[in-house]
C-alpha cells in the first residue's frame, strides 16, 4: 500500500495563479482531510469529507475548494493565489466510523506564492 | 474551539521526564496525539476515547480526563528519538479533527 499519496510536492504560484493539489488514498478509507500547517501555528483545518460526494468547511476554507468524486481523491483547489496561502498543506484520510481511527498522513505539498 | 497545548517548548536532558498538556472549552469525544518531525509529516502516537482513560506506547503514556476536557501526554527515560513537535488533536463530534498549536521538544545528550 502506498497510503497517501500528494503531488507536487513543491510548487511556486505568482500571485493570481490556481492550481490543484492532488490527493489520493488506497486504503478504502471513508474520511479524508486537508490541513495547512504555519510556522508556529499547528495544522488548521481547511476542508474534510466523511465519504465521497459529501465535503464540509473546515476552520479555515477561504480561498479553497475541494471535490470527492471517489473514494480515493480528495482534490484541493486554490483559486487567485495570494501571498498568505503560502504554507505547507498535508491530505490526511481514516478510516472513519466509530470508535475513532487514527489519521494517515501524506508527505505534504510545499507552496510559494510570490 | 482549537485546543490549547502547553508548555510551548521544552528543553529536557536525555533520561529526563516531560509533561505536555492539551486543554479544550468544549465536551470531547475523543484526543489523538501525533508527532512531527522537522520537514515531515505527523504521525500517529495514540487515540484516548474514554473519561479517565489511560493508554501507553513504550515510554509514552497519556491520560483522558473527560470532565476536566483535558488531557496529557507523558514522557517517560526521554530518548533522542523523542524530539519533535506533539501536536494533540481534539474530536467534538466523531467527524473533524481540530488540532493545537503544538509543542516543540527538543532532547539533548
New interface residues.
Given amino acids: 500500500n502506498a497510503g497517501v499519496t500528494q503531488t507536487p510536492k513543491f510548487r511556486i504560484l505568482k500571485i493570481g495563479q490556481s492550481m490543484t493539489l492532488q490527493c489520493t488514498q488506497d486504503m478504502n478509507h471513508n474520511?479524508m482531510?486537508w490541513?495547512r500547517q504555519d510556522p508556529?501555528?499547528?495544522?488548521?483545518?481547511i476542508y474534510?469529507s466523511?465519504g465521497a460526494g459529501i465535503t464540509?468547511k473546515?476552520?479555515v476554507p477561504n480561498g479553497y475548494n475541494v471535490s470527492r468524486s471517489t473514494t480515493e481523491d480528495f482534490p484541493l483547489r486554490l483559486e487567485l493565489a495570494a501571498p498568505s496561502q503560502t504554507s505547507v498543506y498535508?491530505c490526511a484520510s481514516s478510516r472513519?466510523q466509530?470508535?475513532?481511527?487514527?489519521?494517515?498522513?501524506?508527505?505534504?505539498t510545499r507552496l510559494t506564492v510570490t | 474551539q482549537q485546543p490549547v497545548q502547553s508548555p510551548q517548548a521544552v528543553i529536557l536532558r536525555e533520561g529526563e521526564d516531560a509533561v505536555i498538556n492539551c486543554s479544550s472549552s468544549k465536551a470531547l469525544y475523543s484526543v489523538h496525539w501525533y508527532r512531527q518531525k522537522h520537514g515531515e509529516a505527523p504521525v500517529f502516537l495514540m487515540i484516548l476515547l474514554k473519561g479517565g482513560e489511560q493508554k501507553g506506547h513504550d515510554k509514552i503514556s497519556a491520560s483522558f480526563n473527560e470532565k476536566k476536557q483535558q488531557s496529557s501526554l507523558y514522557l517517560t527515560a526521554s530518548q533522542l528519538s523523542y524530539s519533535g513537535t506533539y501536536f494533540c488533536g481534539t474530536e467534538y463530534n466523531g467527524d473533524k479533527i481540530i488540532f493545537g498549536k503544538g509543542t516543540r521538544l527538543h532532547i539533548l545528550p
Fill in positions: 474520511y482531510y490541513y508556529g501555528m499547528g495544522l488548521k483545518l474534510y466523511v464540509d473546515g476552520e498535508f472513519g466509530a470508535p475513532t481511527s487514527p489519521l494517515h498522513f501524506g508527505n505534504g
